[in-house]
């Protein structure tokens, strides 16, 4: 049997939402209160700007304030990773380099979206990335936002980088992760999408970087627990239990549910950017029935001071 790679990151982490005022500045305060939540509620590690921070909207001087108030605000606690996602090369280089500056303690290295390259192009694009930033290195795959997947030989070529240390695996694929697995069997594998946590885990992912944990930390950490332990039927009944949170999470463009669920729960504004918007009515009772089914029901009045 093949050895799990350390985690290097630490078992349970989340993509972190990045707060904003009702004027859609963004909320410093706001972000140090959500990190320390997190970090407070079991979480080994955080990464900021990534797809659930909307880094695709945020400036590059927003980026480093974010980074700085969160870094401040968990201190040693945490592992703390700063998105790096370009699709222009010499952009991702500068935001590696930011991250370096800010004390990051690695990059998240998104595959090149709009543009579509060669997988020989994306292994060139992250090696830049990863001179620049200085910094280990997590990879991310998400077709489904970039519009293109990493492919097996292009990680296994990555993973010999001795800088590229971790997968960030939302590709929905779970024979190419087994293949990965196989011949890169020191890549620590994290889950990226919480609908296949525990089946990831079986393929020996070392842990996940969770939507989900904004809301429900001592759970994904009870499943991590018991699948460590060998208790698969405890770890299923847990990861089961949770599915219909996910579905409400991601019914409508994320990260929009997660936040208004976070505004109910006093820690951040609901406030999204365009070309998001805020959950309406409808989509709010909808997302109230996800996550009772879930038994993580929303908080029924807003926190003072905290927009919903």
Known sequence: MTALPAA??????????????????????????????????????LVVSGTTGEASTTSDAEKEALLTAVLEAVGDR???????????????????????????????ATTPYYSKPTQAGVIAHVAAIAEAAQLPVMLYDVPGRTG??????????????????????????????????????????????????LPLLSLGAVGVVSVLGHLASGELRTMIDAFD??????????????????VGLFRFASPAPVKVALARRGLCGAQVRLPLLPASPEQLAILQ????????????????????
């Open 8 to 45: 290097p990151f630490g078992r349970l982490l989340t993509a972190m939402a990045t707060p904003m005022r009702d004027d859609g500045s963004l909320d410093l305060a706001a972000a140090a209160r959500l990190a320390t939540y997190l970090i407070e509620h079991g979480h080994d590690g």
């Open 148 to 197: 293109l997947a990493l492919a097996t030989e292009t990680i296994v070529t990555l993973a010999a980088h001795p800088q590229v240390v971790a997968l960030k695996d939302a590709k929905g694929d779970l024979a190419a992760t087994g293949e990965v697995r196989r011949q890169a069997p020191d890549l620590a594998v994290y889950s990226g999408a919480d609908e296949l946590n």
């Open 78 to 108: 945490c592992t703390v990773i700063a998105g790096a996602g370009a699709n222009d090369t010499e952009h991702g280089r500068a935001l590696g380099r930011l991250a370096y500056r800010a004390g990051a303690h690695a990059v998240l």
């Open 229 to 246: 332990a060998g208790d698969i039927a405890a770890a299923r009944a847990i990861h089961n239990a949770l599915l219909p949170a996910v």
């Open 289 to 308: 029935e996800d996550l009772n089914r879930a038994g993580l029901p929303l908080a029924p009045t807003t926190a003072p001071g905290v927009s919903a």
